[in-house]
């Protein structure tokens, strides 16, 4: 290929306009909509050499989640449905910010250093949410992916989890299943009305909830989802504003709930009704419900993830087959949620640090591994071992009866989850799904334990990077000392537990704290932020 028309397109059409350098973190790149024209243009470029690399179909995402509308974003999706490999995030940063004239130099180097043959043919799958920004930016980064060759396959407005899903099935050759809207509907509502049978309400079950949408991808996707779903789940939807009205992520979605732990404007307030809400890409979800004295009650993924393990626990034990199941959680996780999975359900839970990427990680250590992070975002993996045993053992003599019923289920189970990422709309049929099978209502569900007062404190330094820190983020190396007064800190209270840890996506200190009472929590949280300041 030649790139001098790398650098001419450039140059002509998607000039650097930025000086300052921007970092590719967590959630890759997310800015001002307005200054990411030609991030997305070298996104293009990358996608193309890390598909001629891996040989196989690469995702790119324009979103910013859950951030306000003026924001947007980009994400590599690696060939299994995962976030882009770690040791590729400083190449990502190295093409965002180097000069238009150097962008070929970057290039060739890339290319020399992985070897890459760059006659191969590559299909770049792009999706993107509903900001106004993003149809110009995915030009921007389709103008890239044509400068090097590629063939751009452009899937539209999508939920982030539904780009995963696509990318996972084309390169595994639709094993997976069909790399299409369509396919993924197919797929998740087969098996969701598979699994939910006749009777559509059951015990303290109501065949009812509440939705918001954010004014996002979520409220579109969801209408799809109802007319397919019909009677067998009743979803009233709020929160649709559509495309360019100002609205999303404003004052609801999942990550305003989970934030403020306060009900979403636009959500009528109606005693003990199950409600949920996603963000502004569909890959988070919270549940939550106000109660007889109006008091706001949040399920967050902690909840989410506790009430999944168990009850795959439960199932698995039915089916006679002995698999591992593992919790991955990361600090964050509500220490009361940690106790019960651990002391009550005998789950072994693993602690990593924050971000998807470690967590699906190590989920992926376990035949089951069930992971999520506080917020709201989280799935299930499973083994292709552990899918196998099943469907063997379905096939076998030694089976009874009821064991193989619950084997058909747990098969069933597996395909109402996006297992290549958290996708909120997947993850609300599975919540859905264990609940009408218990006869659960919101409160039984809540009962398993009681979540220990927590609070989050954001903390602007002059260089958050002086913070480092080890064990999962849990203790801290630095600066010198922090972490001793910390420990005594938090050993002034009962139930305490508090660290700091630099965000990775914003340019502040986190610190959290946890402890018996509100006033000790509250207490703690503004202790520990006067040591970070
Ligand atoms: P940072 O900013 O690194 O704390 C936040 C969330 C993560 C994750 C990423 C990516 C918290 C405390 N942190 O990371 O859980 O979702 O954004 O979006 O919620
Ligand atoms: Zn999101």
């Not at 979103?63 to 980009?74: I, L, R």
Request: aromatic share 10%; charged share 25%.
């Amino acid at each position: 290929a030649s790139f001098r028309t790398v650098y001419a397109f450039a140059r002509e059409m998607h000039p650097k306009t930025e000086k300052a350098d921007i970092q590719y973190g967590t959630a890759g790149f997310r800015t001002k909509a307005s200054k990411l024209g030609y991030v997305m243009y070298r996104m293009g470029l990358l996608a193309v050499l890390r598909a001629r690399y891996k040989k196989a179909v690469i995702g790119v995402m324009i979103t910013a989640s859950h951030n306000p509308e003026p924001d947007n974003g980009v994400k590599l999706v690696d060939p299994h449905g995962e976030m882009l490999e770690q040791s590729w995030e400083k190449w990502a940063t190295k093409f965002a910010n180097v000069g238009d004239d150097q962008l070929e130099d970057v290039i060739k180097e890339i290319v020399n250093e992985f070897n890459i043959d760059m006659t191969n043919r590559v299909e770049i799958f792009i999706g993107k949410d509903t900001r106004p920004s993003s149809p110009s930016l995915a030009k921007s980064l389709m103008d890239g992916v044509l400068a090097l060759s590629g063939k751009p396959v452009d899937f539209g407005i999508v939920t982030t989890p539904q780009l995963h899903y696509f990318v996972t099935c084309k390169n595994t050759r639709h094993a997976y299943g069909v790399p299409t809207e369509v396919g993924y509907y197919i797929k998740l509502v087969t098996a969701f009305k598979k699994l939910r049978g006749e009777e559509y309400n059951k015990g303290n079950y109501k065949n009812l909830i509440f939705y918001d949408g954010a004014n996002g991808v979520g409220s579109k996707k969801i209408k799809i989802f109802q007319e397919q779903l019909g009677e067998c789940l009743n979803v009233r939807h709020f929160n649709d504003a559509g495309i360019g009205t100002g609205k999303l992520n404003f004052m609801c979605g999942a990550d305003y709930v989970k934030s403020t732990q306060s009900f979403p404007t636009g959500v009528p307030v109606e005693k003990n009704r199950r409600c949920a809400s996603v963000d502004g890409d569909a890959d988070r979800i919270v549940y939550y419900y106000v109660d007889d004295e109006e008091n706001f009650h949040l399920m967050d993924g902690d909840r989410i993830a506790t009430l999944i393990a168990s009850y795959l626990k439960e199932l698995l034990q039915k089916t006679g087959i002995d698999l591992n199941l593992g919790l991955i959680q990361t600090a964050y996780a509500n220490g009361a949620s940690t106790e019960y999975i651990t002391k009550q359900l005998k789950v072994p839970v693993a602690c990593v640090s924050t971000g998807v990427k470690h967590l699906h990680h190590k989920a992926l250590e376990y035949d089951i591994g069930v992971y999520f992070e506080a917020n709201g975002h989280g799935t299930v993996v499973f083994s292709q071992a552990a899918k196998d045993k099943l469907k063997e053992a379905l096939k076998s003599e030694d089976k009874s009866e009821t064991e193989k019923k619950a084997i058909e289920r747990f098969l069933t189970l597996i395909d109402v989850i996006n297992e290549t990422v958290g996708d909120a709309i997947s993850d609300m049929l599975l919540v859905e799904t264990i609940l009408h099978d218990k006869g659960w209502d919101v409160k039984d569900w809540e009962a398993a334990y009681t979540d220990l007062p927590n609070k989050l404190v954001k903390v602007v330094v002059e260089d958050r990077n002086v913070i480092t820190t080890t064990n999962a983020e849990r203790i801290c190396t630095s600066p010198n000392g922090l972490q001793d007064e910390i420990n005594s800190l938090v050993a002034k209270y009962s139930k305490g537990r508090s660290f700091v840890r630099p965000s990775g996506t914003e340019d502040i200190v986190r610190v959290y704290a946890e402890a018996a009472t509100k006033e000790d929590t509250d207490r703690l949280a503004a202790e520990v932020a006067k040591k970070v300041y």
